[in-house]
């Protein structure tokens, strides 16, 4: 018998090959559905979290939300209840007045046999005169709060000004030391039987003063322009060796010129550390000649953008445009350059010479009022006066001389003594305040504050200082007792 093509042995592999494959294609099958399943349970697992989550999230947030509604609500119930019981107290009071007018007018009605037009405008007077004193206090009341906060805020920005501002101590003088490379040249100074130290002191006006300190000389005079002139000659006389009376003129001459242009660009720098421009060229070499002078041991120069820089920093601190008050601050003193040649204070002087050259009326203003010679009615004025008045009187600012520091102490505490009732006067803080113990079976509390008043105005009227003096009167009284 013949064997069948589909159960041979061939046939057998055949087929079993196909089953084994066909299991293992089921197998890969059934993997990749169970991987899909997993991830599609891992997806669904992931999206009922995040639903969950947002679900929690609506829910805080709404409970957040029921929160502020029920606060919000609370607040209004709160503000109608204050709304009632104000509006009850308002008609409560209404009605009160309305009573209380009502008697009133019954009672001038039959006491005084007026009309009730009369009664109505007696009435109304009398209200009129009540709103008034009200008014009044209230008035007063305002003006007294005003007052306390524009000193502290005036004390604010003044404090802030000197603050930012940071100056070093001056301490000028009318003694010029300059050194000489050896001894044989104070002969040659000197010259024959004195010839070149005469020449020298008749063309620059300044002392030549030769004594034993080795290597040395001193120039000494008042005006610091002519002892800078002097010393730059001197200078140049040692340098060249050349030491006669031509020669000293001639070097005079140039020096003289080379002090001028140093004061012209004295005054350019000045207007370039003050942020001020357009100035007048002669107002800019008498402005940097300043460098040259003193006031009370304060260079002025210093003293001017000083006071420049503090008015500018008060002025941007009120809201005040600060160039004009720069400008003002910078000049004030500019009439001091110009007192031995002309009559007058330096402010009136220093405000005609800002007047002559193209200044603003606002600046000339200020410039003349910094010193109260002139009543100041602009800001630009008082925050020139004030800058003037920090840069002056902050310490190590100025010094003076021993003997005008305890005369004018000793006038301070005359000045005290000289009112009755006065026990006893110091003069405290190197004479910035006096304070003044009264006697208090003499003296009470009005004659007290009368005292003080009195001082103060003698001191502002008899001396000249910078800052201000504190006057302090204290009255103070005892009573004691023993017990045996």
């Known amino acids: 018998?013949?064997?069948?093509?589909?159960?041979?042995?061939?046939?057998?592999?055949?087929?079993?090959?196909?089953?084994?494959?066909?299991?293992?294609?089921?197998?890969?099958?059934?993997?990749?559905?169970?991987?899909?399943?997993?991830?599609?349970?891992?997806?669904?697992?992931?999206?009922?979290?995040?639903?969950?989550?947002?679900?929690?999230?609506?829910?805080?947030?709404?409970?957040?939300?029921?929160?502020?509604?029920?606060?919000?609500?609370?607040?209004?119930?709160?503000?109608?209840?204050?709304?009632?019981?104000?509006?009850?107290?308002?008609?409560?009071?209404?009605?009160?007045?309305?009573?209380?007018?009502?008697?009133?007018?019954?009672?001038?009605?039959?006491?005084?046999?007026?009309?009730?037009?009369?009664?109505?405008?007696?009435?109304?007077?009398?209200?009129?005169?009540?709103?008034?004193?009200?008014?009044?206090?209230?008035?007063?009341?305002?003006?007294?709060?005003?007052?306390?906060?524009?000193?502290?805020?005036?004390?604010?920005?003044?404090?802030?000004?000197?603050?930012?501002?940071?100056?070093?101590?001056?301490?000028?003088?009318?003694?010029?030391?300059?050194?000489?490379?050896?001894?044989?040249?104070?002969?040659?100074?000197?010259?024959?039987?004195?010839?070149?130290?005469?020449?020298?002191?008749?063309?620059?006006?300044?002392?030549?003063?030769?004594?034993?300190?080795?290597e040395s000389v001193q120039l000494s005079c008042f005006d610091p322009v002519r002892r800078e002139t002097a010393r730059l000659t001197l200078e140049q006389l040692v340098e060249d060796g050349r030491i006669h009376p031509t020669r000293i003129e001639h070097l005079h001459e140039r020096s003289r010129e080379e002090v001028e242009q140093r004061c012209v660009r004295a005054g350019e720098d000045a207007l370039l550390d003050a942020r001020v421009d357009g100035l007048h060229p002669e107002l800019v070499r008498t402005l940097g000649s300043l460098r040259f002078r003193a006031s009370y041991g304060q260079n002025v120069l210093g003293h001017l953008l000083e006071s420049a820089h503090l008015a500018g920093m008060m002025a941007a601190e009120l809201g005040v445009d600060p160039e004009p008050v720069r400008r003002a601050a910078l000049l004030h003193d500019i009439g001091k350059a110009l007192t031995h040649e002309a009559e007058g204070s330096h402010a009136a002087v220093g405000a005609e010479l800002a007047r002559r050259y193209g200044e603003s009326p606002e600046v000339v203003h200020a410039i003349a009022a910094h010193h109260n010679e002139v009543d100041p009615h602009t800001v630009t004025a008082v925050l020139t006066q004030a800058a003037d008045g920090c840069s002056a009187g902050r310490p190590g600012a100025r010094k003076e001389s021993l003997e005008l520091y305890v005369r004018r102490l000793a006038r301070l505490e005359e000045i005290a003594r000289s009112h009755d009732g006065v026990a006893e006067v110091y003069a405290m803080q190197a004479g910035r305040e006096v304070r003044v113990m009264v006697r208090p079976d003499a003296v009470d509390d009005l004659g007290a504050e009368l005292i003080a008043r009195e001082v103060a105005r003698q001191v502002s009227t008899e001396l000249t200082y910078p800052g201000q003096i504190r006057v302090t009167v204290v009255r103070e009284s005892r009573a004691t007792a023993v017990a045996g």
Do not use: C, H, Y
């Open 1 to 214: 018998m013949g064997t069948s093509a589909g159960t041979g042995p061939g046939g057998l592999l055949v087929a079993g090959s196909a089953g084994l494959l066909l299991l293992v294609l089921a197998g890969l099958v059934i993997g990749r559905l169970r991987t899909a399943r997993r991830g599609a349970l891992a997806e669904v697992e992931r999206t009922r979290r995040w639903a969950e989550e947002q679900a929690v999230r609506q829910r805080v947030e709404l409970a957040r939300r029921e929160e502020g509604v029920a606060e919000g609500l609370l607040r209004l119930r709160r503000r109608e209840d204050e709304l009632v019981e104000r509006s009850a107290e308002v008609e409560r009071s209404r009605s009160e007045a309305e009573a209380l007018v009502a008697r009133r007018v019954t009672v001038l009605e039959r006491a005084a046999g007026l009309s009730p037009d009369q009664a109505r405008a007696e009435l109304r007077q009398e209200a009129e005169e009540s709103a008034r004193r009200e008014a009044a206090v209230t008035v007063r009341e305002i003006e007294r709060e005003a007052r306390a906060e524009g000193e502290r805020r005036a004390r604010d920005i003044v404090a802030g000004a000197i603050q930012r501002l940071a100056t070093e101590q001056t301490a000028e003088s009318a003694v010029t030391v300059l050194r000489l490379p050896n001894e044989d040249m104070k002969g040659r100074i000197i010259g024959r039987e004195g010839r070149n130290i005469r020449a020298f002191e008749a063309v620059t006006g300044v002392n030549l003063i030769i004594d034993d300190t080795p």
